[in-house]
C-alpha cells in the first residue's frame, strides 16, 4: 500500500493512496473488524489529516489497488483535489460510486503527457510502461529542486496495449539535474531485464495452441493488455473467451469506456460457456492467489454455476504466488489436479506466460544512467528490497541513498539528508465490501 507525502514551502502533495489485503500482521486490526468481508488495509493517515488545510492535492499514479485503493475510505479525511489520467480515474469513478462519493470529490483528469501547478509544486506526468493501462511516472519541482517519483514501472518495449516505453523522456531528465528519485524496488533481487508483454503473450499462445479440451487462464484483471492478448488468442485458436470474477468484468468495463478495448475483441456471455464443446471454451478467471470465494476455487469446488471442469481440461497461471498466499494456492491447485485437469504454472513453464510489471537489475540500471540524481530513494519493496535498489543505485554513481521504514521522513533540499525524523505511519482497517 502506497501513500507517498512530498513538503515544501508549508504544503503538501500526496502521490497514491492504496490498500494492501490481510496477513498475518495485521491480525490485531482484523479482530476487531471481524465483521467486514474483505480484510482490507490503508497507512494511517494521522499525520496529514491533522493539517489536511497544508494537503495541495492527491495524485494517483495508476489504477492498481496498492496505488488507489484507499481513496474512497481516506478521502473524506483529506478533502483534497484530485489528479488522475482518463483510465485511472475511471476507476475511482467507480470506487467512489460505491461509497456514495461520485460527484463529491474533485477529481480532475489530466492527460498523461500533462504539466500542472498544485501549491508550490509543478508536477509533470511522464508516461512510463507497467502493466495495466496509462501507468504515469511523476516529475515534481519546486525551487529547491526536482523530485522523480518513478511510480511503478518497468522497460517494456512492445507492451501490446499503449506506447513502448520512450528512453528519451528519461535521458532528457539526466540533463536537469535532478535532486532525487524516488522509485520501484519490487525486483531490485532479480537480475536481467523483466519480459516484454508481447513475449508472455506468445507463449500463451504457445500453451493454449497445445490445449484440446477447455482452457482456464488466471490473470490479474487490471492487466489489460494480457485481457486482449488471450482475446486474441481465442480468436487464433477458435475459442471464445469469457470472463469469470467481478474485477475482470469491472476492469473490462473501464477499458471499454476509455476505449482501450479493441472493437473486434468480443466476450462471450458467461451463460453461453455451457453450451460450447470444451474446444472452444477459454475463460479468463480470478482467484490466482487462491481466494476461496473467487472464480476459479470455485470451478475447482464444481461450485460454478457456469460449468464444470473435467479431466482434459487446462488450468493456467499467468500470475505469480504473491508471499503469503503459498499455502491457500496449494490447497487450490490440489483440488484442480484431483480432478485431472492439467495446471500449467508460470514458474513451471517452459516458455513465459507471466511477466511482472516491475524493473529488474539491468532496467534500474539504465534508469540510473539516464536520469543520474544525486539522491535515491527505493521505496516499494521488503526491506531486502530496497537495499539491493539502492546498493545497485550506488553501483551506478549516485552518491546518497536513503533506504528507511514506513514513516521515515527526509529532508532533500538544501542540505541533504542531514536531518531524519519519523511520522506516525501505521495501518488501519478499512471496509470494502
Ligand atoms: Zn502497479
Ligand atoms: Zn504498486
Same mark, same amino acid.
Given at each position: ?6 513538503? &515544501?514551502?508549508?504544503? !503538501? ?22 465483521? *467486514? ?15 489536511? =488545510? ?42 467512489? +460510486?460505491?461509497?456514495?462519493?461520485? %460527484? ?14 498544485? +501549491? ?13 493501462? =496509462? ?5 515534481? @519541482? ?18 501490446? *496495449? ?31 531485464? #523483466?519480459? @516484454? ?5 506468445? %507463449? ?13 487462464? *488466471?490473470?490479474?484483471? #487490471? ?14 485458436? %477458435? ?7 467481478? #474485477?475482470?468484468?469491472?476492469? &473490462? %468495463?473501464?477499458?471499454?469506456?476509455? +476505449? ?29 492467489? +487462491? ?26 497461471? @499467468? ?22 485437469? =492439467?495446471?500449467?504454472? #508460470? ?22 544512467? !539516464? ?15 530496497? =537495499? ?46
Amino acid at each position: 500500500m502506497n501513500l507517498n507525502l512530498y513538503g &515544501h514551502d508549508g504544503q !503538501w502533495l500526496m502521490v497514491d493512496c492504496g490498500v494492501t489485503f490481510d496477513e498475518p500482521l495485521v491480525a490485531p486490526y482484523l479482530n476487531q473488524n471481524a465483521g *467486514s468481508r474483505h480484510h482490507v488495509v490503508a497507512p494511517d493517515p494521522a499525520f496529514i489529516v491533522q493539517q489536511r =488545510e497544508q494537503l495541495a492535492g492527491l495524485v494517483i499514479t495508476h489504477g492498481h489497488e496498492d496505488h488507489v485503493g484507499a481513496v474512497a475510505a481516506l478521502w473524506p479525511r483529506l478533502r483534497c483535489p484530485v489528479f488522475a489520467t482518463p483510465f485511472t480515474a475511471e476507476i475511482l469513478h467507480r470506487k467512489l +460510486g460505491q461509497v456514495g462519493l461520485a %460527484g463529491k470529490v474533485p477529481v480532475q483528469i489530466v492527460r498523461p503527457d500533462a504539466t500542472l501547478t498544485v +501549491g508550490p509544486f509543478v508536477l509533470s506526468w511522464l508516461a512510463i510502461t507497467h502493466s495495466i493501462p =496509462e501507468p504515469q511516472a511523476l516529475l515534481i @519541482s519546486t525551487s529547491a529542486g526536482t523530485v522523480f517519483h518513478t511510480a511503478d514501472w518497468k522497460i517494456d518495449a512492445q507492451p501490446v *496495449s499503449g506506447k513502448p516505453f520512450n528512453a528519451n523522456l528519461y535521458r532528457q531528465l539526466g540533463e536537469t539535474e535532478l535532486l532525487a528519485l524516488v522509485g520501484d524496488s519490487t525486483n531490485a533481487l532479480k537480475p536481467g531485464f #523483466s519480459i @516484454s508483454e508481447r513475449i508472455c503473450a506468445e %507463449g500463451l499462445n504457445t500453451v493454449i495452441k497445445r490445449c484440446t479440451g477447455r482452457v482456464v487462464i *488466471s490473470c490479474f484483471g #487490471s492487466n489489460i493488455a494480457r485481457l486482449m492478448s488471450l482475446a486474441r488468442i481465442a480468436q487464433h485458436t %477458435g475459442r471464445y473467451m469469457a470472463l469469470l470474477g467481478r #474485477s475482470l468484468d469491472n476492469m &473490462h %468495463g473501464v477499458a471499454k469506456k476509455t +476505449g482501450y478495448w479493441p472493437d473486434d475483441l468480443d466476450v462471450l456471455e458467461k451463460a453461453h460457456i455451457g453450451y460450447l464443446p470444451p474446444d472452444e471454451v477459454l475463460v479468463v478467471a480470478t482467484g490466482s492467489q +487462491g481466494e476461496p470465494r473467487a472464480a476459479l476455487n470455485r470451478m475447482a469446488i464444481d461450485a460454478s454455476p457456469y460449468f464444470e471442469l473435467e479431466a482434459g481440461d487446462t488450468v493456467i497461471f @499467468s500470475s505469480i504466488v504473491i508471499p503469503g498466499n503459498e499455502k491457500a494456492v496449494e490447497r487450490l491447485l490440489e483440488k484442480l489436479r484431483k480432478k485431472g485437469v =492439467e495446471v500449467v504454472l #508460470s514458474e513451471d513453464s517452459e516458455v513465459p506466460i507471466h511477466a511482472s510489471g516491475h524493473p529488474c537489475v539491468e532496467e534500474l540500471k539504465l534508469m540510473y544512467q !539516464w536520469t543520474k540524481p544525486q539522491i535515491a530513494i527505493p521505496v516499494h519493496g521488503e526491506p531486502e528490497h530496497l =537495499e539491493a535498489h539502492a546498493a545497485v543505485a550506488r553501483e551506478m554513481g549516485v552518491k546518497r541513498t536513503y533506504v528507511g521504514r514506513n514513516g521515515d521522513l527526509y529532508l532533500l533540499a538544501p542540505q541533504p539528508g542531514i536531518r531524519r525524523a519519523r511520522v506516525k505511519a501505521g495501518r488501519i482497517a478499512i471496509d470494502q465490501s
